[in-house]
């Protein structure tokens, strides 16, 4: 991870109206943020295990996915090991949903959508802040 | 001109409708009987005393008539309880008034075959310990009779002949009141087995009825309990798939407020309109969903298997031939099912649009459909060779709502749900079998 280049947020979405959104809106309050996006969650897996991407710092992560859903993401994605906070982006505010990630260590929060500006500052604050301190 | 069967019936019945227990009714029939044919047995004896020119006799067989008569009256009058103790009474008397004239030997043969007779009348006593009473007593005093003979000096004379006469007169009214007892033993206990066979009948029905019952709220329950897995299912839809675009176009109304530049705003503009028509087809799909539970209304009848496959086929006409799939039969061709025609149409439909749809691309669709029919259910295997489901991944979201598999998304994730709602709402069961790249088998069972 090269500390110079801007900090990255994956966004993993089946829809695309969704990431769309979810782009315009983070282009506009911070536009020094990298994004990337997945419609299909094997393909975000595929990006992470590449060794000379850039790391993102967030993944945002949907629930409700064809063939890939988040939970079977967060599966394959703990082989992988890498050290990455989860942040859970759903439109489901079902509470066994939310319990289950609650229970799960590697997702840091749960976000009901849609994101908001606040949602996404806190965010921030919560994981850059190490990026804000070098 | 004189219709004596009728007669006799007409007044054998005297009171008998009214009286609502058959037990009852059939004891008041042969009560009635037995007056009637008392009253014709002993008109003789008319003759018979008054040409021996015994008055007194003659008064006591006319007093016979009358209280015969009048146990009859009270009967059709509904006095059953009188008519019971005037018979008894009056007969009594009578045949004690009858022993003095005729001997008293006689007499007691039919005081002791009689009373009995009557014994059973009020108390409602075994038949069969009655007869066995009766016939019991008739011996003792026969024996009685015999001693009782032996030990006389005088034997009988010719003045006694006459009464002698009477004597077998008697006899065969014994013997005609032991028949009656027997007749009435049996007409009795045939009419007591009889209910007895009819009340255990109705008890077995009520049996039946009562599992019956019990069966149906059993399913209901089942029924009750796969209607409120659906609606949790509904719920959890309702939760995610709706919310998401109205999420979308609370975030994008969200950008248009906050954006100046009018460039972006039209993108915003589009993206709103794109949520919304994504909205109304999640509406539709919960429509044709909703819409599915009212097929159960429709009656249940015998479809042809083989029938009803050639319909799925004119239905997905369109797909078929645009995809060279084949689909073939392969079972008996008289295979028929009892079943809600357009649910076993809507199954075979989606089933067979997503074989077509999840076709491997280097090889033409071959859809199989098998069905075999055991004492207990009717089994319908469809097969296909496209792509297959990993079973081992998605094993418990094959039927889900909105949960597709395969690498072409062309589908929504509906028609499988559908598929297992149609065929639950049908009382069967569904499962699956499939490997990768080789094929999915989707097997269906109805209770016959």
Known sequence: MTTSAKPMVFFIDDDPLSNKFNTMLIRKIHPDVEIKTFTKAEDALIDLKEEKNQKPEVIFLDLNMPVMNGWDFMAEFKKIGLDIEVVVLTSSNDSSDKEKAEKNDQIKDYVVKPLTKNAFSSVVKKFFRNKDDE | ?448
């Open chain 2, 1 to 448: 001109m004189w219709n004596l069967k009728k007669i006799v019936a007409e007044i054998t019945h005297a009171g008998v409708t009214e009286a609502i227990a058959f037990e009852k009714q059939y004891r008041l029939k042969s009560m009635n009987l037995l007056c009637i044919i008392g009253i014709l047995i002993i008109s003789p004896y008319y003759f018979i005393f008054s040409m021996a020119g015994l008055w007194y006799p003659v008064i006591v067989v006319f007093l016979f008539h009358v209280s015969f008569f009048i146990v009859i009256v009270l009967n059709y009058f509904k006095y059953y309880s009188a008519g019971n103790y005037l018979l008894i009474f009056g007969t009594n008397m009578g045949i004690l008034g009858m022993s003095y004239f005729i001997g008293f030997d006689s007499g007691f043969h039919l005081y002791f075959l009689t009373g009995p007779l009557f014994i059973f009348w009020i108390f409602d006593l075994d038949q069969k310990k009655l007869i066995a009473y009766a016939i019991a007593l008739e011996l003792v005093f026969v024996v009685m009779v015999f001693f009782a003979k032996a030990y006389t000096v005088a034997p009988y004379s010719w003045e006694q002949v006459g009464s002698l006469d009477i004597y077998y007169l008697n006899m065969s009214f014994n013997l005609f009141l032991i028949f009656l007892l027997f007749y009435n033993y049996t007409k009795y206990y045939q009419l007591l087995t009889d209910s007895l066979v009819q009340k255990q009948e109705r008890l077995e029905e009520e049996a039946i009825k009562r599992i019956k019952s019990e069966e149906y709220t059993s399913k209901l329950f089942k029924d009750l309990s796969v209607s409120y897995k659906n609606l949790e299912q509904f719920s959890y839809i309702v939760s995610h798939n709706i919310r998401s675009p109205l999420s979308n176009i609370k975030g994008f109304v969200s950008l248009y407020e906050a954006n100046e530049h009018g460039v972006q705003n039209d993108h915003v503009i589009e993206s709103i309109k794109e949520s919304a028509e994504q909205l109304d087809e999640i509406v539709m799909d919960l429509n044709v969903l909703l819409s599915a539970k009212n097929l159960l209304l429709e009656n249940k009848r015998v479809v042809s298997l083989s029938g009803a496959i050639q319909n799925v086929g004119v239905s997905l006409a369109a797909e078929i031939q645009h995809s060279g799939a084949i689909i073939k039969e392969e079972f008996e061709r008289d295979l028929n099912l009892v079943t809600i025609k357009t649910i076993l149409h809507s199954i075979l439909f989606n089933l067979f649009q997503n074989s077509i749809r999840y076709s491997k691309s280097d090889r033409y669709p071959e859809i199989i459909v098998t069905a075999s029919k055991t004492e207990e259910y009717t089994e319908i295997r469809v097969s296909d060779n496209g792509a297959g489901i990993d079973l081992e991944k998605y094993n418990d979201r094959v039927f889900m709502l909105y949960h597709t598999f395969g690498e072409k998304t062309e589908g929504r994730g509906i028609g499988l749900f559908l598929v297992r709602s149609n065929v639950e709402m049908l009382g069967g069961r569904i499962s699956v079998e499939s490997k990768i790249n080789e094929g999915t088998t989707f097997i269906i069972q109805f209770k016959n």
